[in-house]
């Protein structure tokens, strides 16, 4: 039973405009939401998270929204660039209810970037 | 280092064989995940030390995996008896706190069994 869901396994966009991954949960006790991004051949790497007391935190070209009576995350980059081309997971935790409890991911969005 | 190593980068096996991974953290991160990734899906958590206790191994599949991280640092991750199905990407974590809210991935070891 997937708790985290990205239903669209690829997205492509065109240089310049907006990307919008989205991402549902099942496990009302997820309070922590993460976004990783991923290359071939490396890890995933950190990119912005939010936590259940807020419904939106930007970093630059990066926003993610959170639905919590939808149960749903988004997550927003404008302008896409060439560079954004790559895998995207979507984490959550039941972090401030719990501690210490591992992130739970969900399969991906490939992400292509079209100049 | 700068970041998590972990070792081999590319690791082929024969079926029935054992095998050891080594993950590297980042200096004074106390919190230490393994995640292994099939392919076509999301990491999958297998084991967290916070130090070098297990604090959570619900996620090893079998008996067959075993993690160990004797001084709180290095950590390995064993699979005795290895099976076509254990193909796949596993990944190292670390992180400061006790919790991967945050956590910073190495490249992974991906491991072919034949």
């Known amino acids: 039973d997937q708790q985290v869901k990205q239903n669209s396994p690829s997205l492509s966009v065109q240089e310049g405009r907006i990307s919008i991954l989205n991402c549902d949960y099942t496990?009302?006790?997820?309070?922590?939401f993460l976004w990783y991004k991923k290359y071939p051949a490396e890890g995933p790497t950190f990119l912005i998270s939010?936590?259940?007391?807020?419904d939106k935190n930007e970093d630059g070209r990066f926003t993610v929204f959170l639905n919590k009576s939808a149960k749903h995350l988004s997550l927003h980059i404008v302008p896409s660039q060439p560079g954004d081309s790559a895998v995207y997971f979507c984490?959550?935790?039941?972090?401030?209810?719990?501690?210490?409890?591992?992130?739970?991911f969900g399969k991906g969005t490939r992400l292509s970037v079209i100049a | 280092g700068a970041g998590v190593s972990q070792t081999p980068s590319n690791k082929v096996t024969e079926k029935g064989k054992y095998v050891e991974l080594r993950c590297d953290p980042i200096?004074?991160?106390?919190?230490l995940y393994w995640y292994r990734q099939s392919l076509g899906q999301g990491p999958e958590f297998l084991i967290y030390?916070?130090?070098?206790?297990?604090?959570?191994d619900s996620g090893l599949p079998n008996d067959r995996f075993f993690a160990v991280r004797p001084e709180g640092s290095v950590s390995t991750l064993k699979i005795q008896r290895t099976e076509r199905g254990d193909s796949a990407v596993y990944l190292c974590?670390?992180?400061?706190?006790?919790?991967?809210?945050?956590?910073?991935f190495g490249q992974g070891t991906r491991l072919t069994v034949v």
């Open positions: 939010i936590s259940s007391i807020k």
């Open positions: 974590a670390s992180s400061k706190t006790g919790a991967d809210t945050e956590a910073f």
């Open positions: 984490a959550a935790s039941d972090h401030y209810n719990s501690g210490n409890t591992p992130l739970v």
């Open positions: 200096s004074g991160h106390t919190a």
């Open positions: 030390f916070q130090g070098t206790g297990a604090a959570d």
């Open positions: 496990n009302s006790m997820f309070d922590y």
